[in-house]
């Protein structure tokens, strides 16, 4: 509230003639000296930098807490320039569209798809083509794409055409099949998604050298917008940088480098940035950490904005059009029911940032063709968004935000400093040929590993609270895909998912069971009551269950020798020891020898052995496990010594 400004609402009334008084006048006024007093008091002496502050991949700091003079001074309103509080001053109907995958092979079954993802709410599809690399739909010719779109409306639910290696002679099969399909050219809505440059870096090879490649594309498409007006014809997805492991700056420094190639293949064949600008749609990946991808998106409009302008099109930004597709990144294949929560905070940063498109994978994308069920949940998570939550009714509602500002601004900053680097070494072909780029993603998506099994990165299903058996989830696997063919002229740039480390152990967990009949087990060895023991025996189950091995766990034993009597009865040969610290001094060495002496052939123990490290190794204690130890490299060394 300003000082002297009337208030409005309920409130006490006041004396007439006098000014409100300000609410925070019976407070001190407030300072960060004061403020970092208090915290370093909460803190006990710890770390404030390693305690309070984090870092994104691109080393952006994150604050516990901003003010306002951490905002930059930007007097931007949305629909105005740089536009990265959206391209429209006001939100147009429900916010954005409902783009829905569709993977089936046959045309038919294709059609009947789509129909039914219409019907039910869907207001455009992303047709998934099979080509070199992928399953989706087989279109070979303009009737097969007759077949698919048969009963569909173009000029209301747009298509984008994700077809990879086969981009070109796809779009073109399209162009053929709308006037079969009573479709008015200049009315029709599509993405034709031409990208070679995108589908060279995913696959390290193209049928054609990439120049032609570009030239082809470009020329294709000044001809296709020409009778189609409204058609968006090549694509810049930076979604292949996200899914190798790229940071938020890289993937943007991508999609600048990326978008600047394309308007200079425009260029050199007579096409204008201005009416470039209007027909390249912008493809970006939203993952489940929602305020930087929230900044990310942000930043993306500012930085096509900023060369937009610099190449004499800055009018044409307004038309600019940006898909969010959720990470497929992120997703994991085991209980891949947390999928759902995964990629519902993806959409809704997407939706705050008010992008134009959303396109949500089924919860079980990274296992296989989604069924009916799997469809509907990626299909409603995005109309109880619009419809329920009204996360599109609002205009940037980040905006003004002192940290998603800041966050906003660093973002840029990173991406456009790694997309100056990009064009002073030739620009994104030459640096995808010297492999520099694919090294310098590499690192990132290596560094990202280590936090995972670190457990600074934690993912809920996969390190933290796993389940063991089956998860419920069965699915048809996906068609045999065709293998690329061509020269392989460079490294491509290789999808990962974040869960594979701890899968590739669950999947040897599986095996090990097979062969041997039982799951491999660690009996716990529980020290006192369940209060006593329970944060250490909870944790060390979670921590097994990771890696594909069985806790045996109980209530909690009173001495060594009960202890060890159930862990002999339990016909396991691997034990761990939980419980708290102060009852560790009174029995952990005692049980260690009781539970070796009772044949263990491993024993463990919850938490770090402190100042007693020596003696309870001599008591027979093998290895210490505690929140900190590099989870990968400790699970696949227990299944070794278990299995």
């Known amino acids: ?36 007093a208090l915290v370093d008091k909460a803190l006990k002496g710890a770390d ?32 105005h320039a740089p536009f990265k509080r959206g391209t429209k001053s006001e939100v147009a109907g429900l916010g954005w569209q409902i783009h829905q995958l569709v993977t089936d092979q046959d045309p038919q079954a294709a059609n009947r798809t789509i129909l039914e993802e219409l019907e039910a709410g869907t207001n455009g599809i992303v047709l998934q083509v099979a080509s070199p690399g992928q ?22 639910a747009p298509v984008q055409l994700k077809a990879g290696t086969r981009d070109l002679e796809t779009a073109r099969h399209f162009i053929d099949a709308v006037a079969a399909l009573d479709q008015d050219p200049k009315t029709t809505c599509a993405h034709l998604n031409i990208d070679p440059l995108g589908t060279w870096s995913r696959l390290g090879c193209h049928a054609k ?41 890289q993937e943007l420094a991508v999609l600048a480098a990326t978008f600047v190639a394309y308007l200079k293949a425009f260029e050199a064949v007579g096409v204008a940035p201005a009416d470039a600008v209007t027909q390249i749609g912008f493809t970006l990946s939203t993952n489940d950490d929602i305020f930087t991808t929230l900044a990310k998106l942000r930043a993306a409009r500012r930085i096509i904005a900023r060369i937009a302008n610099a190449a004499g099109a800055g009018d044409a930004v307004s ?84 940290y998603v500002e800041k966050l906003t601004d660093d973002v840029a900053q990173a991406a456009w400093s790694k997309f100056q680097h990009i064009e002073s070494q030739g620009g994104i072909g030459a640096v995808l040929l010297t ?29 933290e609270f796993p389940i063991l058996g089956d998860d419920g989830v069965k699915v048809s696997p996906w068609d045999a895909q065709e293998q690329p063919t061509g020269t392989a002229e460079i490294t491509p740039l290789t999808p990962h998912r974040l869960t594979e480390a701890f899968e590739a152990l669950r999947d040897d967990a599986d095996q090990r069971t097979s062969v041997n ?32 091995i069985e806790a045996l766990t109980n209530d909690g034993f009173e001495d060594a020798e009960k202890a060890a009597a159930a862990f002999k009865a339990s016909g396991a040969t691997a034990v761990c020891i939980c419980s708290s ?60 010594k278990i299995g």
Request: proline share 6%.
């Open 1 to 36: 509230m300003t000082d002297g400004a009337p208030s409005s609402g309920s409130g006490p009334a006041q004396t007439s003639g006098q000014d409100p008084r300000p609410l925070a006048s019976a407070f001190e006024p407030a300072d960060r000296a004061a403020w970092l």
């Open 48 to 79: 404030f930098e390693k305690r309070l502050v984090g870092k994104t991949a691109d080393g952006i700091r994150i604050e516990p807490i901003y003010a306002p003079n951490a905002a930059p001074s930007d007097p931007s309103v949305p629909g």
């Open 135 to 156: 399953s989706g739909v087989a279109i070979q010719s303009s009737a097969d794409f007759i077949t698919t779109l048969t009963g569909t409306y173009l000029d209301y």
């Open 209 to 249: 050298k990439i120049s032609d490649a570009l030239s082809e594309a470009v020329t294709f498409a000044r001809g296709a917008r020409a009778t189609a007006p409204k058609l968006r014809t090549i694509n810049v997805d930076a979604t292949h940088a996200h899914e190798a492991g790229a940071s938020e700056g």
């Open 319 to 402: 038309a600019i059009h940006i898909t969010a597709r959720t990470s497929e990144r992120m997703l994991a294949t085991r209980d891949p029911w947390t999928n759902i929560l995964r990629t519902t905070v993806a959409c809704a940063a997407a939706a705050f940032a008010n992008t134009d498109a959303i396109t949500v994978h089924p919860f079980t994308w990274a296992l296989g063709q989604p069924d009916r069920f799997a469809r509907r949940i990626a299909r409603n998570t995005q109309i109880v968004c619009q419809e329920e939550s009204s996360l599109g009714r609002i205009v940037d509602p980040a905006g003004g935000s002192w």
């Open 435 to 463: 492999g520099t780029l694919q090294e310098e993603i590499k690192d990132v998506r290596m560094a990202c590993q280590t936090e995972v099994a670190l457990g600074k990165q934690p993912l809920t299903g996969v390190s």
């Open 517 to 548: 009949g039982a799951p491999p087990r660690v009996f716990l060895a529980n020290i006192g009551r369940i209060v006593d023991h329970n944060a250490r025996s909870t944790w060390i189950k979670n921590f097994l269950a990771a890696g594909g």
């Open 581 to 640: 610290d102060a009852l560790y001094q009174q029995h952990a060495i005692a049980t260690a020898n009781a539970l070796k002496t009772a044949g263990a052939d491993l024993v463990l123990l919850a938490g770090k052995p402190g100042d007693a490290e020596a003696d309870l190794k001599a008591a027979g204690v093998d290895q210490f496990l505690f929140a900190g130890n590099n989870a990968i490299d400790t699970l696949s060394n227990l299944l070794n």
